[in-house]
């Protein structure tokens, strides 16, 4: 069965550095999505990408953040100068007929 | 505005008893509905959608879900649970192909 896959699975980075996060979505989904989760709350939406362009985000999604796909396959998503508080899992999703599909995250670690 | 509302924060059971999570909702018009299942360090993993039609829908893991529109809600159900179930489940509505708006999740514990 198709799954969404993310790389890496765990990330440890510099505050100030820059990270991207990896995702192949499944083959023939149209919609793309990241969220993330910070350790002990509920899981949050960043941002949702269809026909090559953001279609919504959120507040969290700020000048800090971009996505991109720069591929038939690859989603990324991009923090360019991380702050502690970017410490989170982060859920990349696909979606076909109204249904989204999670990929099993990267843990990203600023330190 | 719209809203999700899981009540139960944690919940334990014993094996083999029967569970219910509760999820409620607030949105103007009906919603799709979603219940998640995230294990301990892993991914989110669909368990069962309610879109239209019967409102028992059946899920994996032998789940099942009853959209009951007059209460708003779409409480998930399990008649006998496993140790293999503790996990946290999360209830997310969502028109479309938006946005998932998740509930603050309920944490399962089973104890032997």
């Known amino acids: 069965e198709p799954e969404v896959t993310q790389t890496p699975s765990h990330q440890v980075t510099q505050m100030g550095q820059e990270v991207i996060l990896r995702c192949v979505p499944i083959s023939n989904h149209l919609y793309f999505y990241w969220y993330r989760q910070i350790l002990g709350q509920k899981v949050e939406f960043l941002v949702s990408f269809y026909n090559n362009e953001i279609s919504e985000k959120s507040e969290i999604f700020d000048d800090q953040f971009s996505v991109e796909r720069p591929d038939g396959s690859n989603f990324t998503l991009k923090i360019r100068s991380t702050k502690l508080e970017d410490s989170a899992m982060y859920f990349c999703a696909s979606s076909a007929q109204d249904t989204q599909y999670f990929g099993p995250g990267t843990r990203l670690t600023v330190l | 505005a719209q809203s999700v509302t899981q009540p139960d924060i944690h919940i334990t059971v014993s094996e083999g008893a029967s569970l219910e999570l509760r999820c409620n909702y607030s949105?103007?018009?009906?919603?799709?509905l979603f219940w998640y299942v995230q294990s301990p360090g892993q991914g989110l993993q669909l368990l069962l959608k309610?879109?239209?039609?019967?409102?028992l829908v059946q899920g994996i893991k032998g789940f099942e879900a009853e959209f009951k529109r007059s209460q708003s809600s779409f409480n998930l159900r399990k008649p006998s649970v496993h140790w293999s179930d503790a996990a946290e489940y999360f209830c997310?509505?969502?028109?479309?192909?938006?946005?998932?708006?998740f509930g603050t999740g309920t944490r399962l514990t089973i104890i032997p």
């Open positions: 949105y103007g018009a009906t919603p799709y």
């Open positions: 997310a509505p969502h028109f479309g192909n938006e946005k998932l708006t």
């Open positions: 309610y879109f239209s039609g019967d409102t």
